[in-house]
């Protein structure tokens, strides 16, 4: 766990001022999240999926600045926690990476848990966290440990082909569980350390 600070420019060139964001870095079974928890600009809205239009459609290079090189990596998943609207949520959260924000991340969510925790705001219990793609229940331990309840998962397509170039035809499931996924049990190469690149 760190708590650290980073810093995102103004997007107008003629004003280049910096904005401090507060960060706390944590890692899930070695899986790393960065949440942010003050600082930047209002994403606040009563539905989290407005929030997450927000990053995407004003603020974005603020996603970047968090989560890309130089101060971040391609793994690295961010979590812009957020006011939530019921009550009865722990706070709303808007999951983000490299490439866009997300609807949803199990591992960044156990990011938040422990964030959380470690800040002194949730204790022992069942917690709700709002996302985008709706309310999703975790239970915290007296160890530490935490255990999540995601939104309902569906395959919508089975054994699509995809070419991929310099590969040939992989074939796979498509899946929603928060985000979209390409599930297969085909691989072109080897799964070894030694093709990792290549994977």
């Known amino acids: 766990m760190r708590d ?19 960060i706390v870095d944590s890692h899930s079974a070695g899986e790393p999240t960065r949440v942010v928890i003050a600082g930047g600009p209002n994403l606040q809205h009563a539905d989290p999926k407005v929030s ?17 090189e130089p101060r971040g990596s391609d793994v690295l998943v961010g979590a812009w926690l957020l006011p939530a609207a019921d009550p009865q949520h722990a706070c ?14 199990g591992h960044g969510l156990f990011g938040v848990i422990e964030t959380l925790r470690h800040l002194g705001r949730i204790g022992p219990g069942r917690h709700r966290f709002a996302t985008p793609v709706g309310v ?19 395959r919508t397509q089975r054994q699509i082909a995809v070419e991929v170039p310099g590969y040939g035809s992989v074939r796979g499931d498509i899946a929603w ?5 390409f599930l297969s049990d085909q691989s072109p190469l080897a799964l070894e350390m030694a093709h990792t690149e290549q994977l």
């Open 52 to 68: 997450r239009q927000r990053l995407i459609e004003k603020y974005d290079h603020y996603r970047r600045a968090v989560v890309c």
């Open 4 to 22: 650290a600070e980073s810093w995102a420019l103004s997007p107008l060139p003629w004003a280049l001022t910096m904005e401090k964001l507060r």
């Open 177 to 181: 569980g928060g985000n979209w996924f």
């Open 92 to 105: 709303a959260v808007v999951f983000f990476n490299n490439v866009g924000a997300l609807g949803m991340c």
């Open 136 to 154: 999703v229940e975790a239970v915290l331990d007296r160890s530490g440990e935490a255990q999540i309840s995601n939104v309902p998962a569906r």
